[in-house]
Nanobody, 114 residues
Framework: QVQLMESGGGSVEPGGSLTLSCAVS???????MAWYRQAPGKRRELVAS???????DYADSVRGRFTISRDSNAEMIYLQMTNLAVAESAVYYC?????????WGQGTQVTVSL
């Protein structure tokens, strides 16, 4: 059973930085791992993807400010976020999709405010 556990959320001022982590347990065999976010009253949106075959992709709104990475064993995935804006306050979710199906973490709250 694949389990994803996010950490690293918290409060930060506008323009600040945070790094989120996602610990992967179980036999993942993921083809892609990603970070999504969902703000109150809004749809969940894709933030960044990391493909096991290589390569990353980013939402236009975060490209150049966010970086997705994973360790060599694919047991940890990270999202480095810089120059955060108030509008990016949301619950951030870790996601994997592969041979063992689709899995989500429980989410971690990121709050950007003065």
């Amino acid at each position: 059973q694949v389990q994803l556990m996010e950490s690293g959320g918290g409060s930060v001022e506008p323009g600040g930085s945070l790094t989120l982590s996602c610990a992967v347990s179980g036999s993942n065999s993921a083809l892609v791992m990603a970070w999504y976010r969902q703000a109150p009253g809004k749809r969940r949106e894709l933030v960044a993807s990391s493909w096991t075959s290589g390569g990353e992709d980013y939402a236009d709104s975060v490209r150049g400010r966010f970086t997705i990475s994973r360790d060599s064993n694919a047991e940890m995935i990270y999202l480095q976020m810089t120059n955060l804006a108030v509008a990016e306050s949301a619950v951030y979710y870790c996601y994997s999709d592969g041979a063992n199906g689709i899995h989500w973490g429980q989410g971690t709250q990121v709050t950007v405010s003065l």
